[in-house]
């Protein structure tokens, strides 16, 4: 078995080779990766609900579609991604080349979650492969059965001398930190982000941090409350509420929270049945571990719980949790919940909901709930978030040409689509130049003079010429 120094070693040469440079090397394994999914969909699956008896319909929905299309948009739009830009020139770069051109950072890190194992896993490294580094691929060791299966499958079929899978714990990751990368790019909690960080630092290694935070959901003015519940149940206890762009909480009046509150529970019914621990469409808390952690969470909490609240530790259960009466200094405003507790906040005014949500830090996601566009422009005009949606949850980090990406402790820089080409890409500033136009060139030479500044600054003004 390879020690790490050597799969890096072995990466570091190959990319050295410049093997990865054509774009037919590049299609190729994007073409090998797409058929990885398609022929694995059901081992995927499986894979899955053993972790965290995700649904069917769920895996498919989260971890294999968003996949294959962020394959097909990167397929698509791979020949143009690699095109030089060519820049707005001036009249003393008249006769010049000038353009900005995309090339692979080197040996890249990719470190996943456990929460969507394999969709915040390889649609970086498609970004990766598209901008042709080579990678390391640390699947989380939380969600064992996708680890196992990942491990299993990337050597199929990509290359081996480019791509390689690195398992294990905090102590292997750690020491997988400690080598020099030439990117990173980690998905996770603000806790290791920081670890990270630190390591990064030594090399001077830049990251992508992908994290989290409480992700609000203000609901003002005119709503539909069964078709507000009906979306915010979606979005919230999708996978167990174990999405880093779940709604976290919920800001509303009191009128509006006594007419949302009965939608819920009948929606939840309506989703999940009356007894929605035998429903086949609930996932349960991915361990032992971050069941007790939330239970910790629901136990401390002095708000009053009106729907939900059940839980079975034995089968890592905890019910759809609806909690009202709840304090801005509440134990479930203390950190990002992500499980299946929602606490509603009962704030009049949209204001003051406004003005709570910037005494946070900044989330992932920021969402509102209104059939009035003048609340939905007035939070997006005040408020600042990774992302953006109104009356919907989660469903804008499925579009390959939207951005995905934090702010603030949520995160810095973004993936998906074209934006994972340019993070995997360094974008450099080049400029052909011949020998014509020496006289020109002549007004920068010693002897200076007055006259010379004149003309010179004349050429280079923006003015002076406006071509490609």
């Known amino acids: 078995m390879e020690s790490q120094s050597q799969v890096l070693e072995r990466l570091r040469t190959a990319f050295e080779s410049r093997v990865t440079i054509p774009e037919k090397f590049r299609r190729t394994q994007l073409t090998n990766l797409m058929s990885m999914i398609k022929d694995n969909e059901e081992q995927i699956v499986n894979a899955l609900h053993k972790d965290l008896t995700k649904p069917k319909f769920e895996a498919i929905l989260s971890e294999v579609e968003i996949v294959m299309n962020e394959l097909h948009c990167a397929l698509s739009n791979l020949t143009s991604w690699m095109q030089p830009e060519y820049v707005s020139k001036n009249l003393a770069t008249k006769l010049d080349e000038c353009f900005v051109r995309r090339e692979p950072l080197g040996v890249v890190l990719i470190i996943g979650p456990w929460n969507y194992p394999m969709q915040l896993l390889i649609v970086p490294l498609i970004g990766a492969i598209a901008a042709g580094n080579c990678v390391v691929i640390k699947p989380s060791e939380v969600s064992a059965a996708t680890d196992n299966l990942i491990t299993e499958l990337i050597p199929k079929y990509l290359s081996k001398d480019c791509y390689a899978v690195v398992r294990g714990g905090a102590k292997e990751t750690q020491a997988l930190l400690k080598n020099r990368f030439d990117h990173i790019f980690y998905t996770g909690s603000q806790a290791v982000a920081r670890v990270v960080l630190q390591a990064a630092a030594v090399h001077l290694t830049p990251v992508t941090l992908e994290l989290g935070g409480k992700c609000p959901c203000l609901i003002y003015g005119r709503v539909n409350a069964t078709a507000a519940a009906h979306r915010l149940v979606w979005s919230k206890f999708f996978n167990a509420g174990q999405s880093c762009v779940a709604p976290d909480y919920v800001l509303c009046s009191k009128a509006t929270c006594d007419a949302l509150v009965p939608a819920l529970r009948q929606v939840l019914e309506d989703f999940y049945g009356s007894d929605i621990q035998k429903s086949p469409d609930m996932s349960r808390i991915v361990t032992p571990k971050h069941w007790t952690r939330l239970m910790g ?58 003005k709570l949500t910037k005494t946070k830090e900044k989330p992932l996601a920021f969402y509102v709930f209104s059939d009035e566009s003048s609340v939905v422009k007035k939070v997006l005009e005040n408020s600042s978030s990774g992302g953006f949606c109104s009356n919907d949850g989660i469903v804008h980090m499925a579009l390959p040409g939207l951005p995905f990406g934090g702010v603030g402790n949520s995160g810095f820089g973004h993936y998906h689509g074209h934006w994972g080409f340019e993070a995997f890409s360094h974008q450099r500033a080049v400029m052909l130049r011949g020998w014509a136009l020496e006289k020109l060139n002549a007004l920068r030479y010693p002897p200076y003079s007055d006259e010379k500044l004149s003309w010179l600054r004349w050429t280079t003004s923006p003015k002076s010429c406006s071509i490609m």
């Open 297 to 354: 969470l629901l136990n401390r909490t002095k708000g009053k719980v009106v729907v939900g609240g059940e839980h079975d530790e034995k089968d890592r259960y905890i019910a759809p949790t609806v909690v009202v009466d709840v304090a801005e200094d509440d134990a479930l405003m203390e950190e990002e919940i992500f499980g299946p507790i929602l606490p509603i906040l009962t704030i009049e005014s949209l204001e003051e909901s406004i």
